[in-house]
């Protein structure tokens, strides 16, 4: 039986630091395998490759997520929406069932066969922080520095403002590439929107999404781009986007950047989930 420790710090690229710490989101999780066993009949999300820890992360923020499965060989990461409580753990050699916790944010103990070791402790920052100030008029952050994202990728993030929530999407990692300006919570919290160039109305699809932005809580969104199509979604497993937009014309970019920026009176705290490993 191996119990891991993850301990999830913030890199603090780019991030705003207050006194010696990173101004970001952080925690302790435990949890205790079940080796050679996997859950039957539960899994609704798959990401492969990917580490342990960040298997383990992406059930933390998914609300649907009850326990997952991680197999090494493979680095295959099964997200399960329920427990072995209510479903049958079959063999599987080459993987790991765990078990997960999320009123307390610790993962639950779970009887197993096999000899007892000592814990074996992983620090590692998987996640990235970014504080984002008020500022008129608006400049965007260029964030995610050492990751290709490509042409094709998704970014999960969570955002804790109280409106506008700017991304910027561009060919260059400053502005003047911004091809794609994703605004969320914008117009004092009422309306979100995706426009084809910064601070402009053209191209803009606007949709009404009232009180999307919570300045007290940390709140889930996504962003998938493909080949110049891009869609905006909320929560950590919503199969369907609140806003998309397909490519517009002329060339589509062969890199992309990723910017985010507040405005006015506005601070934002991001909280990017994937890419800092």
């Not at 890199?11 to 970001?24: F, I, L, R, T, W």
């Not at 427990?83 to 999320?102: G, M, P, V």
């Not at 103990?109 to 608006?138: D, F």
Request: glycine fraction near 8%.
């Amino acid at each position: 039986m191996l119990l891991i420790t993850l301990i999830l710090v913030c890199p603090c690229m780019g991030a705003a630091v207050v006194g010696e710490k990173c101004d970001g989101i952080r925690g302790t999780f435990e949890y205790f395998p079940v080796e050679g066993r996997t859950l039957s009949g539960s899994v609704y999300r798959r990401f492969r490759p990917v580490s342990s820890a960040t298997c383990g992360q992406r059930c933390h923020f998914s609300p649907e997520c009850a326990s997952f499965n991680y197999c090494p060989r493979s680095r295959r990461c099964d997200l399960n929406n329920s427990t072995r409580a209510s479903r049958e753990l079959i063999q599987d050699e080459f993987c790991i069932y765990y078990d997960a916790n999320k009123t307390t944010a610790f993962y639950s103990y779970i009887p197993g066969p096999g000899p007892t070791v000592m814990p074996h402790v992983v620090t590692t920052p998987v996640s990235c922080s970014y504080v984002t100030t008020p500022m008129t008029p608006y400049e965007y952050t260029y964030v995610l520095p050492h990751v290709n994202l490509g042409t094709n990728f998704r970014v999960n993030f969570s955002l804790r403002a109280p409106r506008n929530g700017n991304i910027a999407l561009s060919s260059l990692p400053n502005d003047s590439g911004v091809f794609y300006e994703i605004i969320i919570g914008g117009y004092t919290n009422t309306k979100s929107a995706i426009r084809t160039c910064k601070a402009c109305d053209a191209g803009q699809l606007q949709i009404t999404t009232n009180g999307i932005l919570s300045d007290a809580e940390d709140r889930l969104f996504w962003i998938e781009y493909n080949d110049g199509n891009v869609q905006v979604g909320t929560g950590g497993n919503s199969p369907s986007p609140m806003m998309s937009k397909n490519w517009y014309g002329g060339q589509r970019p062969s890199t992309v950047y990723v910017g985010v920026s507040t405005w006015q009176d506005a601070s934002g705290h991001w909280f990017f989930l994937d890419f800092c490993e």
